[in-house]
C-alpha cells in the first residue's frame, strides 16, 4: 500500500515538474524580452561636462566652465537643479519596449513635441535621445536619438515620479535663484531704503572688523548678523518675464543694494503683491529681471532701522 502511495507520488511530482518548465518555456517565449538597463546611461558620468536639452519653447545648454555650472553661457546654474538632472539621468532606466503598433508613432512624437537630450563629454556626444510623455504627465518615454530605434516606457525604480519633468525645464527655470548671487567676502556695504517711511532707511558697513549700522550707536549684533545672513541666502521661489500692476508700475516699497570691494552694485527692488503674482512678493533684481518671493523669505529682511537698536 505505502509503496503504491510512494508511486503515485512520484508521478505527481514528475508532471508537476513537466508543467513548470512548459510554463517557464511559455513565459521565455511569449515576446518576453531581456532589456539593457543601461541603454541610455552607457558612459561615465564623471567625464560629462555638456548637457543639451532641446524642444520646441527653448533650447537650455548646460555646461561646466572648470568651476561651475552655466546656462546658455548668460548666468550661473542653479546647483541643485544640476544634481537632480544627473540623478535623473543616473537612475532612469528602460522598463519595457512599448507595443509594437505604437512604437514609430511614439518615437515621431517625441522628436517633433519632445525634448532632445544630449549628453556631452569635451565636445563628444556619448548619448542622444529623445524624452518626453503622455499628456497626463504620468508616464516617460524615451526614444533612442538614430532613426528605427525603439520607444521606451522609462521609470526611476522605487519612485513614482514623472522622470521627464526636469528635461522639460526651460531656460529661467534653471538659473541661479541666489538674488546677490555674489562672493560675499568681498562684501564692502549694504544700503537700505523705505521709500513711504525714509526714516527706516540705515545702511550697514564694516568698521573695525564688525558689522554696524551708520548712525546706530548700540546695535544688537545678533539681529544684525542675522538679517545679512538671510540677505545673503534670499532666493527666488521664480523667475517670470513680467508682472502686471494695477496701476502704472508703483514704486518700490523697498530697495535693497549691495556694494562689493569693486564698487559693483547688486539691487533687488521689492513691491507690493500685484494682480499676476497671487500672494507673492514682486522683485525686480539688478533693475532687469522680475521674479517672485514666498512672503515669509520677505519677512525675514524686511527689517527698519529701529529693528537693530538695544
Same mark, same amino acid.
Not at 555650472?69 to 542653479?78: L, Q
Not at 537643479?81 to 517625441?110: G, H, W, Y
Given at each position: 500500500?505505502?509503496?503504491?502511495?510512494?508511486?503515485?507520488?512520484?508521478?505527481?511530482?514528475?508532471?508537476?515538474?513537466?508543467?513548470?518548465?512548459?510554463?517557464?518555456?511559455?513565459?521565455?517565449?511569449?515576446?518576453?524580452?531581456?532589456?539593457?538597463?543601461?541603454?541610455?546611461?552607457?558612459?561615465?558620468?564623471?567625464? *560629462?561636462? @555638456?548637457?543639451?536639452?532641446?524642444?520646441? !519653447?527653448? %533650447?537650455?545648454?548646460?555646461? #561646466? $566652465?572648470?568651476?561651475?555650472?552655466?546656462?546658455?553661457?548668460?548666468?550661473?546654474?542653479?546647483?541643485?537643479?544640476?544634481?537632480?538632472?544627473?540623478?535623473?539621468?543616473?537612475?532612469?532606466?528602460?522598463?519595457?519596449?512599448?507595443?509594437?503598433?505604437?512604437?514609430?508613432?511614439?518615437?515621431?512624437?517625441?522628436?517633433?513635441?519632445?525634448?532632445?537630450?544630449?549628453?556631452?563629454?569635451?565636445?563628444?556626444?556619448?548619448?542622444?535621445?529623445?524624452?518626453?510623455?503622455?499628456?497626463?504627465?504620468?508616464?516617460?518615454?524615451?526614444?533612442?536619438?538614430?532613426?528605427?530605434?525603439?520607444?521606451?516606457?522609462?521609470?526611476?525604480?522605487?519612485?513614482?515620479?514623472?522622470?521627464?519633468? *526636469?528635461? @522639460?525645464?526651460?531656460?529661467?527655470?534653471? !538659473?541661479? %535663484?541666489?538674488?546677490?548671487? #555674489? $562672493?560675499?567676502?568681498?562684501?564692502?556695504?549694504?544700503?537700505?531704503?523705505?521709500?513711504?517711511?525714509?526714516?527706516?532707511?540705515?545702511?550697514?558697513?564694516?568698521?573695525?572688523?564688525?558689522?554696524?549700522?551708520?548712525?546706530?550707536?548700540?546695535?544688537?549684533?545678533?539681529?544684525?548678523?542675522?538679517?545679512?545672513?538671510?540677505?545673503?541666502?534670499?532666493?527666488?521661489?521664480?523667475?517670470?518675464?513680467?508682472?502686471?500692476?494695477?496701476?502704472?508700475?508703483?514704486?518700490?516699497?523697498?530697495?535693497?543694494?549691495?556694494?562689493?570691494?569693486?564698487?559693483?552694485?547688486?539691487?533687488?527692488?521689492?513691491?507690493?503683491?500685484?494682480?499676476?503674482?497671487?500672494?507673492?512678493?514682486?522683485?525686480?533684481?539688478?533693475?532687469?529681471?522680475?521674479?517672485?518671493?514666498?512672503?515669509?523669505?520677505?519677512?525675514?529682511?524686511?527689517?527698519?532701522?529701529?529693528?537693530?537698536?538695544?
Amino acid at each position: 500500500m505505502q509503496e503504491r502511495k510512494n508511486k503515485r507520488l512520484a508521478i505527481l511530482l514528475c508532471a508537476l515538474c513537466c508543467v513548470t518548465a512548459v510554463v517557464y518555456y511559455l513565459s521565455r517565449s511569449d515576446g518576453a524580452v531581456e532589456i539593457d538597463k543601461n541603454l541610455f546611461k552607457s558612459y561615465d558620468f564623471k567625464s *560629462i561636462n @555638456e548637457v543639451i536639452l532641446e524642444s520646441q !519653447k527653448s %533650447k537650455v545648454q548646460l555646461k #561646466f $566652465n572648470g568651476a561651475k555650472w552655466e546656462v546658455n553661457d548668460k548666468f550661473d546654474a542653479d546647483a541643485s537643479m544640476v544634481e537632480v538632472l544627473f540623478a535623473t539621468l543616473q537612475q532612469a532606466e528602460p522598463k519595457r519596449p512599448l507595443a509594437t503598433s505604437i512604437q514609430d508613432s511614439v518615437c515621431n512624437a517625441l522628436r517633433q513635441t519632445g525634448v532632445k537630450v544630449s549628453v556631452i563629454a569635451s565636445g563628444k556626444a556619448e548619448s542622444i535621445f529623445y524624452a518626453g510623455g503622455n499628456a497626463q504627465k504620468t508616464q516617460t518615454y524615451f526614444c533612442a536619438g538614430d532613426a528605427g530605434e525603439k520607444s521606451y516606457l522609462v521609470t526611476i525604480p522605487g519612485y513614482r515620479v514623472y522622470a521627464a519633468g *526636469i528635461l @522639460e525645464m526651460g531656460e529661467k527655470d534653471w !538659473k541661479n %535663484k541666489y538674488v546677490f548671487g #555674489f $562672493n560675499w567676502r568681498n562684501f564692502q556695504r549694504l544700503e537700505t531704503k523705505f521709500l513711504q517711511k525714509t526714516a527706516d532707511n540705515f545702511n550697514v558697513a564694516l568698521q573695525d572688523n564688525f558689522f554696524a549700522i551708520d548712525g546706530l550707536l548700540s546695535v544688537d549684533t545678533a539681529k544684525l548678523n542675522d538679517f545679512l545672513d538671510d540677505v545673503s541666502l534670499l532666493t527666488v521661489d521664480e523667475y517670470v518675464d513680467t508682472v502686471i500692476f494695477e496701476s502704472p508700475k508703483p514704486s518700490p516699497v523697498m530697495v535693497l543694494t549691495v556694494k562689493d570691494i569693486g564698487q559693483r552694485a547688486y539691487t533687488l527692488e521689492l513691491y507690493r503683491p500685484s494682480k499676476n503674482s497671487g500672494q507673492m512678493v514682486p522683485g525686480l533684481i539688478n533693475g532687469s529681471e522680475w521674479a517672485l518671493f514666498d512672503p515669509r523669505k520677505i519677512q525675514n529682511v524686511f527689517k527698519p532701522k529701529a529693528f537693530f537698536g538695544k
